[in-house]
């Protein structure tokens, strides 16, 4: 969220749209690790997996990972200067990877919408299908974004990762 380039979330201060970005990475992390540990689980206790079980826990992750998110963000940024914030804004906004993923995670997100409903409809609610597949899609957004990267024989590492920065306006 923290990277995009929409007039409304640019007029936010950079201190919430770091906050967001942070939540909205704290969601992606959540819906990444709850697929398998609820599959995890359910083979572990042998209960049958149910359609109803799997939407409430991952729209209840991600969206706890979420506000989460949110207080992490804003507490760290705390003790920080207004010009190292606006700072990490704009390399937010700029760093091609970080890009990819949120967009990638929000194109999940919206086929999750559109799909689970469509396949599971008699299984759960309406709205928890679609809460539930926008947060699984957010992360198998994410989990492509991962695994393209892989393919393509992109550095992953941090040092990698850190060629892509652009130059530091002054």
């Given at each position: 969220?923290?990277?995009?380039?929409?007039?409304?979330?640019?007029?936010?201060?950079?201190?919430?749209?770091?906050?967001?970005?942070?939540?909205?990475?704290?969601?992606?992390?959540?819906?990444?690790?709850?697929?398998?540990?609820?599959?995890?689980?359910?083979?572990?206790?042998?209960?049958?997996?149910?359609?109803?079980?799997?939407?409430?826990?991952?729209?209840?992750?991600?969206?706890?990972?979420?506000?989460l998110?949110?207080?992490?963000?804003?507490?760290?940024?705390?003790n920080?200067?207004?010009?190292?914030?606006?700072?990490?804004?704009y390399?937010?906004?700029?760093k091609k990877?970080?890009?990819?993923?949120?967009?990638?995670?929000?194109?999940?997100?919206?086929?999750g919408?559109?799909?689970?409903?469509?396949?599971?409809?008699?299984?759960?609610?309406?709205?928890?299908?679609?809460?539930?597949?926008?947060?699984?899609?957010?992360?198998?957004?994410?989990?492509?974004?991962?695994?393209?990267?892989?393919?393509?024989?992109?550095?992953?590492?941090?040092?990698?990762?850190?060629?892509?920065?652009?130059e530091?306006?002054?």
């Amino acid at each position: 969220m923290a990277t995009s380039a929409n007039e409304r979330f640019a007029a936010l201060s950079p201190t919430n749209q770091v906050c967001a970005h942070v939540s909205l990475k704290m969601a992606q992390a959540a819906s990444m690790i709850f697929p398998p540990a609820y599959v995890g689980l359910s083979l572990i206790r042998r209960r049958p997996m149910s359609v109803s079980r799997a939407m409430r826990g991952a729209e209840i992750s991600v969206f706890g990972a979420a506000a989460l998110g949110w207080g992490v963000g804003y507490a760290r940024l705390q003790n920080q200067s207004p010009e190292a914030i606006e700072d990490r804004v704009y390399r937010l906004k700029h760093k091609k990877t970080q890009v990819r993923a949120d967009d990638y995670s929000f194109i999940g997100a919206f086929m999750g919408i559109l799909l689970f409903p469509a396949i599971f409809l008699k299984r759960a609610n309406i709205v928890q299908l679609a809460a539930g597949g926008a947060s699984l899609g957010l992360g198998a957004g994410v989990w492509v974004h991962v695994a393209k990267g892989f393919s393509e024989g992109r550095e992953i590492k941090p040092e990698g990762m850190a060629s892509e920065l652009p130059e530091l306006k002054n």
